[in-house]
Structures are given as structure tokens and as C-alpha cells.
């Protein structure tokens, strides 16, 4: 049923996809389907504000994230060479949404954040996610 697992992470956040990765590689697992761990850099957003970093500020940022993101890959997954991986930037869930739609991704893994004991809450590149995916998404309870 699932070929192509999309699970976006937060770098800054990674406690709240461990859930995530362990119910990606569970699906993936029943399904023989692949996963992506992509991860997105926002952008600049406007000329005037990347005119205030060096040139090479954005080249370094994505090759410090592109390590960060095989640290994260290679602590959670046993073959770290069977996942793919993939650094974007720009608009993280108009990113995510791309991606999904360019690569045929049949589902997409988000997780949740809990706000206390009894409510659970989507953030808003979560609920972008939800709203507008072209595939089924799971969304992960912490």
C-alpha cells in the first residue's frame, strides 16, 4: 500500500520525532516502502534581509545541516544507507509539500507536539502539512 514514506524532521527539535522514526520504519517495514528524512532550512524570505549575510552564509548553513541530518539518520536507523535524505529550503511545509508531490510519496509521517497530559497540538508547518498533502498522513502522538 505505501511504496514512499515522507517523514519531515525538525533538527532543532529531534525529541519530538523519535515516535515518528520508530513508526516510519514500522510502516515502511510491513510495507517494504522506502523512507525519506527530509528536513528544511527557511530561507532568507526577502533580497533585502540575505543582503545582510555573507555570501556563503546560506551554502555553509545547508552543509552543516546536511551533517546534522546523517548524525540524526545514522543514531535512529540501522542502515542509514537504505534511507534517503534530503535538505530543502525555503517555506518548510510548502517544501514538504513539493517534495511529496515531485516524488510520489504515499505517506507522510508528521509528529505532534503535547502541550500538557490531555491535548495535543499541531504546529503550523504540521497542520500546512495536514491540510494540503497530496497522500494520507499519519500524524505521531508524542
Request: aromatic share 6%; hydrophobic share 45%; glycine share 4%.
Amino acid at each position: 500500500m505505501f511504496k514512499e514514506i515522507l517523514l519531515p524532521v525538525d533538527l532543532q527539535q529531534t525529541e519530538l520525532s523519535d515516535r515518528a522514526v520508530a513508526i516510519a520504519k514500522d510502516v515502511s517495514g510491513l510495507h517494504d516502502a522506502r523512507i525519506t528524512v527530509l528536513t528544511v532550512i527557511p530561507d532568507f524570505g526577502m533580497p533585502l534581509v540575505a543582503s545582510y549575510f555573507p555570501d556563503d552564509a546560506m551554502r555553509e548553513a545547508t552543509e552543516e545541516v546536511w551533517a546534522e541530518l546523517k548524525r540524526f539518520v545514522a543514531a535512529r536507523f540501522d542502515d542509514a544507507s537504505a534511507i534517503r535524505t534530503q535538505v530543502l529550503t525555503g517555506s518548510p511545509h510548502k517544501a514538504v509539500l513539493k517534495y511529496a508531490e515531485q516524488y510520489g510519496t504515499d505517506l507522510i509521517v508528521v509528529p505532534a507536539r503535547a502541550i500538557n497530559v490531555s491535548k495535543v497540538l499541531l504546529g503550523s508547518v504540521s497542520t500546512q502539512i495536514v491540510e494540503r498533502a497530496p497522500c494520507s498522513v499519519m500524524v505521531v502522538r508524542p
